[in-house]
């Protein structure tokens, strides 16, 4: 088959190819325990609902304009003065099928051939991939202490003539760690000095732990939007529990988003219309399901780090939001991808492997599923690595004996 050397260079989204797998293993009635999702597991909230099915009712379900219906862009201008305490105009705004669409856009939007995109390590799967189609040139940064937080000095000595963007995700998939006022200042103050782009991922900012906020990239701003390269990206996939529906947007200067919208128009045409109205009616409706999520995912973190550090060798580091955990298994498994496998062979347990975020020796654990697929999942775990716990395991009813260490 003759396929093009950019789809040839282009990986499957391993984080939903897991999903897939544990949906098949499932089915065939095994008792697998997905610890590698990405979507938390409550219903959308009720406004959600109520608005796309009245929309579904009229059986009147058209073409939207391309870059979002008005009572959206509304919705997301009225959430941007809430949340980051900025007032944008519809022109600043475009709405797409996911934040994964909307930087999918920007990045055809900014990048000519071989520029190239920075963002710290360990980073989301898609950031590579996305920077590739776009044609463009990935450039993670490790920090060399090995921990989550690469310095404003590694990130800044990574930028050369190429270099297009720079793409902050706080708080981190997989990681979970929330970057400093400081560390966000000195890079918008870095970003806006050199004119270079930084998209700002805020899709897990309101997912944040220990009554700490999220640093407002505007805050540290000078420059006016109409002539900043500041994009901020965000969606109800994660805060709403609404990954289903597909909507998400960007915030930046009216050229942007024009050309943006103008992509979009020939790539797709505007998300679909019962999951705006959706989104209006979650960004608009009763806000209390985001604080019953925060403080069920901060329960949940809570317990798997305690099971996490009863594991003898695990190094794992406090996340400060998200959904995930990524703790470093090096002590049993330098291979992330053989340890996954392992895991997932003996005793059922879906884990996504640091490697496929830039992070070997780690694996991402979520804790967005339910507290019995947190204790029993890590239960596991253990008994599968500890050769000091008990020699046997119940999966359901199949008994498994240890025997492979
Ligand atoms: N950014 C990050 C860091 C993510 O983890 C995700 C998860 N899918 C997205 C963007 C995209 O989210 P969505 O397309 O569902 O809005
Ligand atoms: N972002 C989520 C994850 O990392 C959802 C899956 C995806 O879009 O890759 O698992």
């Not at 959600?48 to 979002?68: F, H, K, W």
């Not at 994964?100 to 856009?105: E, F």
């Not at 890079?187 to 732990?209: A, G």
Request: charged content about 20%.
């Amino acid at each position: 088959m003759s396929l093009s050397q950019l789809a040839k260079s282009i990986n499957e989204s391993p984080t939903l190819k897991l999903n897939e797998t544990a949906a098949l293993l499932r089915e065939k009635g095994e008792p697998v325990i997905h610890l590698g999702g990405g979507e938390p597991k409550s219903k959308a909230p009720i406004d959600a609902i109520i608005n796309c099915t009245s929309l579904l009712n009229t059986g009147e379900v058209r073409y939207t304009p391309p870059d979002g219906i008005p009572a959206l862009k509304k919705s997301v201008i009225r959430y941007t003065e809430e949340h980051y305490h900025k007032v944008v105009t519809a022109d600043n705004v475009l709405c797409s099928g996911g934040a994964k669409q909307a930087l999918m856009v920007l990045l055809h939007a900014i990048l000519d051939p071989k520029e190239e995109v920075i963002f710290p390590a360990p980073y989301w799967v898609s950031y590579p991939e996305m920077v590739k189609l776009a044609g463009g040139v990935p450039v993670p940064v490790t920090a060399e202490d090995g921990t989550f937080y690469p310095s404003v000095k590694e990130i800044t000595d990574a930028v050369g003539s190429y270099t297009k963007a720079i793409i902050l995700n706080s708080p981190n998939n997989p990681s979970g760690a929330m970057y400093s006022r400081d560390f966000v200042a000195e890079i918008v103050d870095f970003c806006e000095k050199k004119s270079i782009y930084l998209i700002m991922d805020d899709i897990y900012n309101r997912l944040v732990f220990e009554g700490k906020n999220a640093p407002i990239c505007y805050d540290f701003a000078r420059t006016p939007l109409e002539q900043s390269k500041l994009v901020v990206i965000n969606g109800v996939s994660k805060m709403y529990a609404m990954t289903g529906f597909r909507i998400g947007w960007a915030v930046a200067n009216s050229e942007l988003t024009e050309a943006m919208g103008n992509i979009q128009s020939q790539q797709t045409s505007g998300p679909a219309a019962p999951s705006q109205w959706a989104a209006v009616g979650a960004l608009n409706g009763v806000q209390s399901s985001v604080e019953a999520l925060r403080m069920t995912l901060e329960n949940n973190r809570n317990v798997m780090l305690e099971r996490l550090e009863a594991i003898p060798g695990v190094k794992v580091t406090k996340p400060e939001g998200t959904f995930y955990c990524f703790p470093d298994f090096s002590a049993y498994m330098k291979d992330s991808q053989k340890l996954a496998n392992f895991l997932l062979q003996k005793v059922r347990v879906v884990s996504v492997p640091g490697k496929e975020f830039g992070f070997e020796g780690h694996l991402r654990l979520s804790y967005c599923g339910t507290m019995k697929d947190i204790t029993e999942g890590l239960e596991r775990i253990q008994w599968a690595l500890d050769p000091n716990s008990a020699n046997e395991l119940y999966l359901g009813d199949r008994k498994l004996v240890r025997d492979w260490l």
